[in-house]
Structure formats: structure tokens, C-alpha cells
């Protein structure tokens, strides 16, 4: 166990390193941040955000309690989060394995005594923790304008949503590594994941068909999983789901290096 915890420890820094010093991952970053500020400007403070829908109430006699503005807010503003980072994800994911078969060191990792659930955990989480960060600034940010809410807003809804977010970017970032896996291209390897992600993230809207067929397909939707945890639900199926796509990526990945590992034999 400490032998298997040492590797994955130098595989995670190794990945972690990696985008701290790229600027490319600076750049993704930035335009996160800008477009996910943007974002909690435009629904609090336009002409049509809440705050100025709770104040329209107001004069109209419905009083400010007909709009939860708290609770609206997070559900909105995560869901608009979770859709930016459809867009982003596959970029992060796209060098985990293509720049490896790029620069000719994934041979060297398919031949290495370190197993490749090793190696593949410990880029999962390195990309996991850079995107984590990625999301900090914009937690600060919420966490400023709910202290302002009166009630408190409850804590548990509000980690629960980021929880859920945090679980969504780990099954995109794991299924994208396994086709980051398959090309050195990582343009291809990005596109690739984006139309994965985009048919998961749109099976809810064909889930509507009648019996069995229809049940299996909402079960598979990210969205509707995804949505649950917004809305500051708590439901073990979608943690299963999302569980389930994260050991999937782990093991599709493991499988396609160890098939390289066996072409090198």
C-alpha cells in the first residue's frame, strides 16, 4: 500500500506540475473565470436578474418572499456552470495521454513497473485538483453575495450543488482521458470528448420514449443527475451514476495503455 500511494503521489504531482506551468491551462482559466463572473453579474444584477425580478414583486404587492432569491440563484447560476464547462473539460482532459504519445514518454509509461490504474488515477486526480482550483475563485464570489441573504442560505444545499459539479467535471475528465488515450492528436481528442459529452449531457431530451428504453436512457443522463444536486437533492442513484463513469474512464484508459504495453511486447 505505501509503495502503490508513493507512485500515484509522484504521478499526481508530476500531472499537477504540469498545468501550473502551462499557460495554455492559464488561458482556460482566465476565460472561466471571466465568463463564469459574467454569469453571476448578469443573473443578479440585469435589468431581468432576480434581484431586480424580487424588487418588480415588491412594488406589485407580492412581496419579496415570492421569489427565493438564494435558492434560484445557485440552481441557475450551476447549471449555467455546469453547460460552460462541457466547454472546457475536453480541453483539460485532451494532453493527458495524447502529449504523452506525442513526445514519445507514453511509451516509456505503457513499459514502466507502475501499473496503469496507477498511472491513470494519478492524472484523473491531478486534472481533478487544477480544475478544483479553477473553481475557487468563483466560490468565493458566491459565498459573498449569499451573506448577504437574510435567512442564511443553508450550507449543505450550497456545498451539495458544488459537490455535484465537482462529480460531473470527474466523469467528463475520465472519460475524456481515455480518448485523450487513443490519438496523440489533441485537438481530435478534444473534439471527440465534446461529442461524447454532448450525447451524455442531451440523452435526457430522448429519454422521453415510452417503457423500458426510456428508463435506461434517463438513468444515463448527466443532466438529469447533475440537476438533482443543483437543486440540493441528494439522491445515491446519481452518485452511483457518476461514480460509475468515473471507474469506466479509469478502466477503459488502463485497458487501451495496457494494449500499447502489449503491442511493445
Known sequence: MRIFLSNLFAIYRRE?????ASPFSYVIAVVYWFIGGLFLVTILLSPNGLIAQVSAADQLGAGPQSVDV???FL???LNLLGSLSMFVLPMLSMGLYAEERKQGTLELLATSPLTNWVVALGKLLGVVTFFSAMLVPLVVAESVAFSASN????QAVFWLGHAGLLLLAASVLALGMFISSLSESTVLAAVMTFGLVLLLWVVDGISNLPGPAGDALSQLSLLTHFTDFTQGIFDTSGLVLFASYIVLGLFLTAQSIDALRFQRS
Open 151 to 154: 435567512p442564511v442560505f443553508p
Open 75 to 77: 440552481k441557475i447560476y
Open 16 to 20: 499537477l506540475q504540469s498545468y501550473f
Open 70 to 72: 438564494p435558492y434560484e
